[in-house]
């Protein structure tokens, strides 16, 4: 069974620009999260989709950040426009609809560079 | 608003030796607490999960204490081995605020052959 993955595996872009991430859950895996890990600091939650619904985006930080999951399959993270401190690891995890929270299956991260 | 912290930020063993790691957390309300290894370019993989009204749990050489009233937590490797170098999180659950994890920031485990 693959596991979670993400695209690009690192993104470096410049301030001001757009930058999408894309991550793909395992297969039926209803519920996807998003993480970030800033430089230096621990890693703190974003959102939680349940399928194509938003469950939870109280982590989101502004409206710089826009994430979708239409059609509850794979998810995206657009930064629009990209700023310096955005620049970190971005997570992405999925669990299936009955494991609940705790049993979580993280990919293997995008690492974000903003110049 | 919950805080995790993990010290050593970094640790350096000789192969064989025993260690422990250390995470605190400020609020005491807590779901649960899980241990979290993370390989270099890797996602995370979650290694034991203490629900709050246990005390320890165990996995082959490796065994996670809780304390809640104290807010503490130790991650014990035994007989430590170069294949256990990686990056090591704690992550608490909150009662409160649905299925968010407040991870630590991580110790950073090299054991030396």
């Known amino acids: 069974e693959a596991g979670v993955t993400q695209f690009p595996s690192h993104s470096v872009i410049e301030k001001g620009q757009t930058v999408t991430l894309r991550c793909d859950p395992i297969?039926?895996?209803?519920?996807l999260y998003w993480y970030r890990r800033v430089m230096g600091k621990e890693i703190k939650f974003l959102l939680h989709f349940v399928k194509e619904s938003k469950q939870d985006e109280s982590g989101m930080p502004n409206n710089r950040f826009l994430a979708e999951r239409t059609g509850g399959t794979y998810s995206t993270l657009k930064v629009q426009p990209a700023e310096l401190e955005d620049s970190g690891v971005y997570f992405c995890?999925?669990?299936?609809?009955?494991?609940?929270?705790?049993?979580?299956?993280f990919g293997p991260g995008t690492r974000l560079t903003v110049l | 608003k919950q805080e995790v912290t993990q010290i050593p930020a970094a640790l350096s063993v000789p192969e064989g030796e025993n260690l422990v790691l250390n995470c605190s957390f400020t609020d005491s309300a807590i779901y649960n607490l899980q241990w979290f290894r993370q390989d270099p370019g890797k996602g995370l993989t979650s290694l034991l999960l203490i629900q709050s009204s246990q005390r320890e749990q165990t996995s082959g050489r490796l065994n996670a204490s809780l304390d809640k009233s104290s807010g503490r937590s130790t991650l014990y490797i035994a007989a430590s081995q170069p294949g256990d170098s990686a990056t090591y999180l704690c992550?608490?659950?909150?009662?409160?605020?649905?299925?968010?994890?407040?991870f630590g920031t991580g110790t950073s485990l090299t054991v030396i052959p």
């Open positions: 297969s039926g895996h209803d519920n």
């Open positions: 995890a999925s669990s299936p609809e009955l494991a609940g929270p705790d049993t979580q299956y």
């Open positions: 992550a608490v659950r909150p009662w409160n605020t649905g299925n968010q994890f407040y």
